[in-house]
T-cell receptor
Framework: QKEVEQNSGPLSVPEGAIASLNCTYS??????FFWYRQYSGKSPELIMS????GDKEDGRFTAQLNKASQYVSLLIRDSQPSDSATYLC???????????FGAGTRLFVKA | EAGVAQSPRYKIIEKRQSVAFWCNPI?????LYWYQQILGQGPKLLIQ????????DSQLPKDRFSAERLKGVDSTLKIQPAKLEDSAVYLC?????????????FGSGTQLSVL
């Protein structure tokens, strides 16, 4: 079982729609959860972090965490073509705070 | 604030040759990571340093890969000898702890092609 699992996609949504990206993780003691965005040929950049159950909103982005279900999601409202990228889910646990990444979901926003 | 610096940006070598990558983290960031990202996959952690000590190197192929972090600042990652399957982007990241977790900042990466 992979430690962090994501649907590889591609996920295609029309401009202005809500994009929903999902992630599950295997280590129950994981404490910190992150979403990174990676444009083609570029390095990952952090867009959201969440540490407790519930929702966290930042502009057009909402991260959702359910530790009981070991599930993290990212909602992108009013999707724009510039949101087209690969979205990486990352999870960090205890001890050395090792950060493990999922394989990423490719998102295409059609104009 | 300067970001994470990496060099070289690109490297092409033949199998069985050696190669080295360099990374300078963001000033003040104690934790430094080396990740390997194969095309179409997520970044895979190779080694994590806290200051100049190794926190995790469980996925570092130690028969061919080595890494060091001098004086808790700059770091080098070396591959000797290289194999075809080492072709990937090697990402260096540094982090600081804020709130509940470590937020990673990545360098531009080194794209390695092994022929």
């Amino acid at each position: 079982q992979k430690e962090v699992e994501q649907n590889s996609g591609p996920l295609s949504v029309p401009e202005g729609a809500i994009a929903s990206l999902n992630c599950t993780y295997s280590d129950r003691v994981s404490q910190s959860f992150f979403w990174y965005r990676q444009y083609s040929g570029k390095s990952p950049e952090l867009i959201m972090s969440i540490y407790s159950n519930g929702d966290k909103e930042d502009g057009r982005f909402t991260a959702q965490l359910n530790k009981a279900s070991q599930y993290v999601s990212l909602l992108i409202r009013d999707s724009q073509p510039s949101d087209s990228a690969t979205y990486l889910c990352a999870v960090s646990g205890t001890g050395g705070f090792k950060t493990i990444f999922g394989a990423g979901t490719r998102l295409f926003v059609k104009a | 604030e300067a970001g994470v610096a990496q060099s070289p940006r690109y490297k092409i070598i033949e199998k069985r040759q050696s190669v080295a990558f360099w990374c300078n983290p963001i000033s003040g960031h104690a934790t430094l990571y080396w990740y390997q990202q194969i095309l179409g996959q997520g970044p895979k952690l190779l080694i994590q340093f806290q200051n100049n000590g190794v926190v995790d190197d469980s996925q570092l192929p130690k028969d061919r890969f080595s890494a060091e972090r001098l004086k808790g600042v700059d770091s080098t990652l070396k591959i000797q000898p290289a194999k075809l399957e080492d072709s990937a982007v090697y990402l260096c990241a540094s982090s600081f702890r804020q709130g509940g977790g470590e937020k990673l900042f990545f360098g531009s990466g080194t794209q390695l092609s092994v022929l």
